[in-house]
């Protein structure tokens, strides 16, 4: 399974996202990275490193953020990861969770799940 | 020229100046942000002073990495993947070198200036920290072609830095979290120009110094 993780400003509102995801979609890995280390609002290299890597497997993880540093920091951590099946996308935060996790409970691939988040 | 030596005072120095102007720092950001522009830099710098002594052996490339890669880490706001990414690429064009001549220094400029548009793809003229350092960069490029030496070139850079950051007061944000406030982000200065000026004009003071 494809696997999710929700990267923001707050460790609450990453939590939230994930909450909602799995409300339809048990089972899905998911994993989010939210705050700072000390639980303060802002972004976290290690936490979003450290959350793709919990849930990492060959089917790929999509990350998605919510704004400005969460976006430019993702974008660094998957630079340095060079995985070509760790995407980052630019759709709706939750909405966007919500979708991913549906489909890739439901089997589908990674460019599956993308090409599905474009219309989101 | 210059040397890795002189790489880590500036960066020292740096860290200091960024610690001492916290406060006004993030009172700019309070105006325009949320207000941590000045909490966010100093935590990064203390972290990249605390990895200062692992740098004393290392190539300039290497010192420069570092410094990015602690402020990547530890920033935690949108200034740490810009800076970050600054350091980062000024340090690929660098890589094994343990001296600069001022060409190679102007090279390295250029690199960190693209990292961050590339970062933020953003560009000058967006109340950012690039409408300090894009300046600056000319300037600084400008007085090296001119035949300046490396003080000179510095004072240029700074001393364009300073408008830019001036210049910032003038024009309406459209990147970062000041753009979410349009025409009333108008009249403020820019915290990101503001701390690329620091940093700036603690290379010039390390340089002046001989
Ligand atoms: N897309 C961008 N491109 C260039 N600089 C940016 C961009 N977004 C923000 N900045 C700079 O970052 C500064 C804010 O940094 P900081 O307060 O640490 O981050 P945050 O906005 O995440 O709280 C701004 O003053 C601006 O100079
Ligand atoms: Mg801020």
Redesign the interface.
């Given at each position: 399974m494809v696997g999710i993780v929700i990267v923001s400003h707050s460790q609450k509102l990453a939590e939230g996202v994930m909450e909602l995801a799995q409300m339809t979609a048990a089972n899905v890995p998911i994993a989010a990275a939210g705050g700072l280390e000390n639980g303060a609002l802002g972004t976290s290299y290690d936490k979003i490193k450290n959350a793709v890597e919990s849930i990492y497997t060959a089917d790929g993880v999509i990350v998605l953020a919510d704004i400005g540093s969460a976006v430019m920091t993702a974008e660094m951590v998957l630079e340095d990861m060079e995985r070509d099946n760790v995407k980052l996308i630019d759709c709706p935060l939750i909405e966007g969770a919500v979708v991913a996790a549906i489909e890739s409970i439901g089997g589908r691939t990674l460019n599956e799940i993308i090409e599905k988040l474009e219309t989101v | 020229m210059i040397d890795a030596k002189k790489i880590i005072e500036i960066v020292d120095a740096a860290a200091k100046k960024i610690d001492a102007e916290k406060d006004f720092l993030t009172q700019l950001d309070n105006e325009i942000g949320?207000g941590?522009h000045g909490i966010?830099l100093s935590r990064g710098f203390k972290s990249v002073e605390e990895k200062l002594a692992t740098f004393a052996d290392k190539d300039i490339g290497a010192i420069l990495k570092g410094v990015g890669t602690a402020l990547?880490?530890t920033?935690?706001?949108?200034?740490?993947?810009?800076y970050?990414?600054a350091f980062m690429k000024a340090g690929n064009v660098c890589k094994g070198k343990f001296t600069l001549t001022d060409e190679e220094i102007a090279t390295a400029f250029n690199a960190a200036v693209e990292g961050v548009k590339m970062?933020?793809k953003s560009a000058e003229g967006e109340k950012t920290m690039l409408d300090s350092l894009c300046p600056a960069y000319r300037a600084f490029q400008g007085g090296v072609d001119g035949g300046k030496n490396l003080v000179q070139a510095l004072e240029d850079a700074v001393n364009a830095a300073a408008q830019g950051v001036e210049y910032t007061k003038t024009i309406i944000a459209t990147k970062?979290?000041a753009a979410y406030l349009q025409e009333r982000s108008l009249g403020h200065q820019d915290p990101g120009a503001t701390s690329s000026l620091y940093i700036l004009q603690a290379a010039l003071d390390v340089l002046k110094k001989g």
């Open positions: - | 949320d941590d966010n990547v880490s920033v935690g706001g949108a200034s740490g993947p810009l970050g990414t970062r933020g970062g979290r």
